[in-house]
C-alpha cells in the first residue's frame, strides 16, 4: 500500500511568485486535506476536496487555492507569494470526508521558502 | 469556534522518566481527539485516538483518556526512551457543515536524554 506522497520536497521562490505543490493520496482514500505549518507552530487547516470540489476551508485568502483530480490526487496553488507564506505544507488523506472519526494520513511535507 | 491548548514546552526528561503532556481543548458538539507525534524532518504520524468520553487511546506505551467533563486528553507513558524525542500535536476533528478538519495545539517538543 503506498502512503501520501507530496512534491517537490522543497521550494524557494521569491515574494510575488506563484506556486504549485502536489500530493498524491493514499490508495482508497478519496478525501485530500491540506494544511499549513509555520515553524514551530501546529498545522492550520487551508481546505478540504472530495469528489473534486472543496469541501470546507480555513482561514486562508483566496489566493490559496486548489484542485482535486479524479484518481483522487491534489495540487495547492499559492498565488502572489508573500514572506509569510514560507512553511511547511502538508496534504493529508482520508477514506471518508464526513466522518469525524477517520485517521487522516500526512504526508512528508513540502518546505517552501519565500525570500 | 474549536481550539486546542497544550502545556507549554520543551519538555526535557531523563531515560525510563514518565512523561505527561497536558491538553485540553474547547470544541463545539463531540470531537474526536488525536495526539500526532512528528520527527525531525517527517510528515505527521498517528498515534493514538478517541472518538467519545471516556475512552482510552494508546499506542507504543503511550496512553490518553477523553474526558468530557474536564475538556482534556492528557498524554502519558510511564517510562520514555531516547526514541520518543519529538514534537507531539494534541488534536480534534469535529464535523462541521461542510467536511471535516483537524483542528491541533502548538506541539510539544520532547528531548529524552540517555
Known amino acids: 500500500e503506498t502512503g501520501v506522497t507530496q512534491s517537490p520536497t522543497h521550494l524557494i521562490k521569491t515574494r510575488g511568485q506563484q506556486v504549485t505543490l502536489r500530493c498524491s493520496s493514499q490508495?482508497?482514500?478519496?478525501?485530500v486535506s491540506w494544511y499549513q505549518q509555520a515553524l514551530g507552530q501546529g498545522p492550520q487547516f487551508i481546505f478540504q476536496?472530495?469528489?473534486?470540489?472543496?469541501?470546507g476551508r480555513g482561514n486562508f485568502p483566496p489566493r490559496f487555492s486548489g484542485l482535486q483530480f479524479p484518481n483522487y490526487s491534489s495540487e495547492l496553488n499559492v498565488n502572489a507569494l508573500e514572506l509569510d507564506d514560507s512553511a511547511l505544507y502538508l496534504c493529508?488523506?482520508?477514506?471518508?470526508?464526513?466522518?469525524?472519526?477517520?485517521?487522516?494520513?500526512f504526508g512528508p511535507g513540502t518546505r517552501l521558502t519565500v525570500l | 469556534g474549536n481550539s486546542v491548548t497544550q502545556m507549554e514546552g520543551p519538555v526535557t526528561l531523563s531515560e525510563e522518566a514518565f512523561l505527561t503532556i497536558n491538553c485540553t481543548y474547547t470544541?463545539?458538539?463531540?470531537?474526536?481527539l488525536f495526539w500526532y507525534v512528528q520527527y525531525p524532518g517527517e510528515g505527521l504520524q498517528l498515534l493514538l485516538k478517541?472518538?467519545?468520553?471516556?475512552d482510552k487511546g494508546s499506542n507504543k506505551g503511550f496512553e490518553a483518556t477523553y474526558r468530557k467533563e474536564t475538556t482534556s486528553f492528557h498524554l502519558e507513558k510511564g517510562s520514555v526512551q531516547v526514541s520518543d524525542s519529538a514534537v507531539y500535536f494534541c488534536?480534534?476533528?469535529?464535523?462541521?457543515?461542510?467536511?471535516?478538519?483537524?483542528?491541533f495545539g502548538e506541539g510539544t517538543q520532547l528531548t529524552v536524554n540517555p
Open positions: 493529508a488523506s482520508s477514506a471518508f470526508a464526513l466522518s469525524s472519526y477517520n485517521e487522516q494520513f
Open positions: 490508495s482508497g482514500h478519496n478525501t
Open positions: 476536496y472530495y469528489r473534486e470540489e472543496e469541501n
Open positions: 470544541a463545539t458538539g463531540y470531537p474526536s
Open positions: 478517541a472518538t467519545k468520553a471516556d
Open positions: 488534536a480534534l476533528n469535529s464535523k462541521e457543515t461542510s467536511g471535516s478538519r483537524l483542528t
